[in-house]
């Protein structure tokens, strides 16, 4: 009787806070097509010809004349998220011969999977001849809610070429995705000259939005204008005002009613002003609804006061499983150690769920004295989820007194086990671990390999190098980038040697990772860093030689020792800043170094390159002019450097500056540099003279 008030109440407020009161209820309605005894089977294809075996079982059972087996194997191809399972559904969907429940039970399925692959031809759909088929593809269309399928929907929707009856189904499904970027289409459509359209398009809008202002185009665009830059978060503060603002309004009129549904709905609850209030969630947690004591469980998780733990410590024995779960998941998010003995107690729980959802939060709570009951568990219980969620629990509370109990799991027969005892051994960094993950380095499993190296790196022993080394031959790029990871946490000398020789892996992300990992090892030799600066610079990867010779001069500059070799780490810094254009870093660098090295003229060279790269032209003349006198030995290459301004100047058609140049030039030197040079700043200065002279006769016209 009361579910059936709600039900009245919410279609009468026609608001997204009521309406999420029976999500629960709905769930279960939209899943009717899948029934207990269908199981949807997990797309696991472990070899090719197991996949083939799926791919066509699943196909075949399309066919079946049974709507939920269709539903389950429709479910199941999509699962695969491949070309070769979607391709019997699109067929099935393209198909105007097909019959029309296999039709139905394809389209349901891509609903059900959220998959938007589909999302085209079900637009095509809504033309069909068939309501049914209309009807499916319409709702479905509304339940994807991804951005390509609205964009999709939204570009057909204003197409002037699709039908109006298309129209009006675009425009509900809009409205049922709740997604934003349906907003400014919807509001063109309310200048449609079509009412029923113009009404579709408004309760899509105010479905949306929460507002409520009729089908005024001209009060919706001007609206759209101030909120569409809006944050994720500022729209939704928005909703949620406006959504106060409404029920308050609807409040005098629903009066006692509306009162009675706040007791007890858990969406009633989102109109409290002060969501920092406990008190009215504590009181919901006991309320006679399952529903709304699961909502207060997981709005108590977000406020994280000490003052609602004995509530939620009560309703660990709630009779409803999913309210107990929801509750201990709650607890483990809270994290007060006054949740461990009833979390421990839960371990006990009859339902296998709870005591896996129980081992999880005790991990989150991570408190030491729950490890004796989690190893008893452990030792005492044959199911997978629990055992897995158990050894992570394990790994998260980091007690070392674990490790022995763990070992014996790394070769248990369930991948899975192993995979996850791999993992968790790491996060004890205990180093009596590490001869039982170099044998799991050997596992037949890509993950269980991949967990053991990123573990044994955690932990961090040089003893493991050798075997992490040889895995670097591993066929796996995910095990391989796993252990170049591993290499760059230890940081040895043979473990930067093998990193370099990474570099050059076949798989980007391995010698991606390869790199960040030499970057990131945080002690190195002088010698090291020398070595992998110069590695990524003659590889062309600038950016990490940069933050290598950076560190290098940071670390070893101030030991005299050193001092000579400083030098030319800081050379290679100033030419990596030019690579990177960096040309004021590079300036400031060359400068240091003329300072330090006044009779290298390389340095001098790229120095005044630097100032020319800056369009310092004044600055790198002063340069070549000084130079020359320095050093008439440069006389040829300072000549060359001024013609290369000259030059640049009249490719800038800065003639006059130019033109004032080269003449400043002739007065030093009349025979400006000799006879490989006078002719070329002649044709210059011709090619100025020309161009200043067309400029005056155009300004005298």
């Known amino acids: 009787m009361m579910v059936n008030k709600i039900l009245i109440f919410v279609k009468k407020l026609n608001t997204r806070r009521v309406a999420a009161l029976l999500l629960s209820l709905t769930t279960m309605a939209g899943c009717s097509a899948l029934p207990g005894k269908v199981v949807v089977e997990k797309a696991e294809a472990r070899t090719d010809t197991e996949l083939r075996r799926k791919l066509d079982e ?27 399972a979607q391709e019997p559904l699109i067929k099935i969907l393209d198909d105007r011969k097909e019959n029309e429940d296999v039709q139905i039970s394809v389209i349901k399925a891509f609903g059900f999977t959220r998959d938007d692959r ?6 095509d759909l809504l033309d069909s ?15 994807l809610r991804t951005r390509t399928s609205v964009r999709k929907m ?65 009060w919706w665009k001007e609206w759209w204008s101030r909120n569409k830059t809006k944050t994720r978060e500022q729209w939704l503060e928005d909703i949620v005002l406006k959504q106060e603002e409404n029920a308050k309004q609807l409040e005098a009129k629903f009066g006692q009613l509306k009162l009675e549904i706040a007791q007890k709905s858990i969406k009633l609850l989102e109109l409290l002003p002060d969501k920092s209030d406990p008190k009215p969630l504590i009181e919901a947690i006991r309320s006679d609804y399952p529903e709304v004591r699961i909502f207060a469980a997981k709005e108590l998780a977000k406020i994280k006061d000490p003052s609602v733990i004995d509530a939620l410590i009560d309703a660990t024995t709630d009779n409803q499983e999913e309210v107990r779960i929801e509750v201990i998941q709650t607890l483990g998010e809270i994290g007060d150690e006054r949740a461990v003995k ?13 005591r896996e959802v129980s081992a999880r939060a005790l991990g989150k709570l991570g408190r030491p004295e729950a490890v004796d009951d989690l190893i008893l568990v452990l030792n005492s219980n044959a199911n997978l989820p629990i055992v897995c969620a158990v050894i992570e629990a394990l790994g998260q509370i980091g007690d070392a007194g674990a490790v022995e109990s763990l070992l014996a799991f790394l070769s248990n027969k369930e991948p899975k086990i192993r995979e996850c005892t791999a993992s968790s051994l790491g996060k004890l960094r205990d180093k009596h671990a590490v001869e039982f993950l170099i044998a799991a380095l050997n596992d037949e499993q890509e993950r269980v390999r991949w967990y053991a190296a990123d573990s044994l790196g955690k932990i961090g022993d040089p003893v493991c190098v050798d075997s992490l080394v040889k895995l670097l031959s591993d066929t796996s790029a995910r095990v391989r980038e796993s252990t170049v990871t591993a290499l760059g946490q230890i940081g040895n000398q043979q473990a930067i040697e093998s990193l370099i020789k990474a570099l050059q892996d076949v798989d980007k992300r391995v010698a991606e990772q390869a790199a960040e990992s030499l970057v990131n090892i945080k002690t190195m030799s002088f010698d090291d860093m020398e070595v992998i600066a110069n590695t990524f610079y003659n590889s062309k990867d600038y950016r990490r030689a940069e933050s290598i010779l950076e560190r290098q001069l940071a670390e070893y500059s101030n030991q005299p020792e050193l001092k000579e070799k400083i030098l030319p780490v800081k050379s290679k810094l100033a030419k990596t800043e030019f690579a990177l254009k960096d040309f004021q870093k590079s300036l400031a ?25 800056m369009k310092q032209y004044d600055h790198a003349l002063e340069w070549y002019g000084n130079w020359i006198k320095e050093s008439p030995q440069n006389n040829q290459l300072c000549w060359q450097g001024r013609l290369d301004i000259a030059a640049a100047l009249c490719e800038q058609e800065k003639y006059d500056t130019a033109k004032n140049l080269i003449d400043a030039l002739a007065i030093e030197d009349p025979n400006l540099g000799g006879s490989e040079f006078k002719p070329q700043f002649q044709k210059l200065s011709d090619v100025c003279a020309g161009a200043l002279s067309s400029q005056k006769t155009a300004s005298q016209m």
């Open 58 to 84: 699943w196909t075949e059972q399309l066919r079946s004349p049974d709507p939920t087996i269709r539903s389950s194997a429709a479910v199941s191809l999509l699962g695969l998220n491949l070309l070769d």
């Open 118 to 123: 589909a999302t085209e031809i079900l637009i």
């Open 129 to 143: 001849e068939s309501v049914p088929l209309q009807t499916a593809a319409a709702e479905t269309l509304g339940t």
């Open 154 to 218: 939204s570009e057909a929707l204003l197409d002037p070429q699709r039908s109006l009856n298309m129209k009006m189904l675009l425009a509900k499904a809009l409205g049922n995705t709740n997604d934003r970027g349906a907003v400014d289409p919807l509001i063109k459509m309310l200048t449609i000259n079509d009412y029923g359209l113009r009404e579709v398009a408004k309760k899509s809008l105010e479905k949306i939005t929460k507002q409520a202002n009729g089908n005024d185009s001209t």
């Open 342 to 354: 009833p979390l421990i107690y839960a371990l006990g729980d009859e339902i296998l769920v709870v």
């Open 589 to 613: 660098l060359y400068e240091e170094l003329t300072k330090q090295i006044p009779a290298d003229s390389s340095i001098k060279i790229e120095l005044v390159q630097c100032l020319k790269e």
